[in-house]
């Protein structure tokens, strides 16, 4: 059984930062490819980063310069380290992983994700 499980989140000034982690199991986790989703209150979940096994990345307008996703295939985990946040960057914070073979084009589309984690909230205080 797939699972995702978020954590790190927290509360930060702005300009601070936060470093969120997904474990990963239940699945092989060097396959498909995980992204980063986020969502204010009221509005939609939104793509902010994904990551192809090789090191493709992709970013959202909003976050590039500022955020940086990785993955640690030793651990089965997938980071998102958040710098110089705003008060905009304040969500809920979602893992999510496609396991089959992943189009770049698609990557911050949360339709195209099939599991998700329970996500970990980032609250940001000017």
């Known amino acids: 059984q797939v699972q995702l499980v978020e954590s790190g989140g927290g509360s930060v000034q702005a300009g601070g930062s936060l470093r969120l982690s997904c474990a990963a199991s239940?699945?092989?986790?060097?396959?498909?490819?995980m992204g980063w989703f986020r969502q204010a209150p009221g509005k939609e979940r939104e793509g902010v980063a994904a990551y192809i096994d090789g090191g493709i990345t992709v970013y959202a307008d909003s976050v590039k310069g500022r955020f940086t996703i990785s993955q640690d295939n030793a651990k089965n985990t997938l980071y998102l380290q958040m710098n110089s946040l705003k008060p905009e960057d304040t969500a809920m914070y979602y893992c999510?992983?496609?396991?089959?073979?992943?189009?770049?084009?698609?990557?911050?589309?949360?339709?195209?994700?099939?599991?998700w984690g329970q996500g970990t909230q980032v609250t940001v205080s000017s």
């Open positions: 239940g699945y092989t986790y060097n396959s498909g490819c």
């Open positions: 999510a992983a496609n396991l089959g073979i992943c189009s770049l084009g698609r990557l911050l589309l949360r339709w195209y994700y099939i599991y």
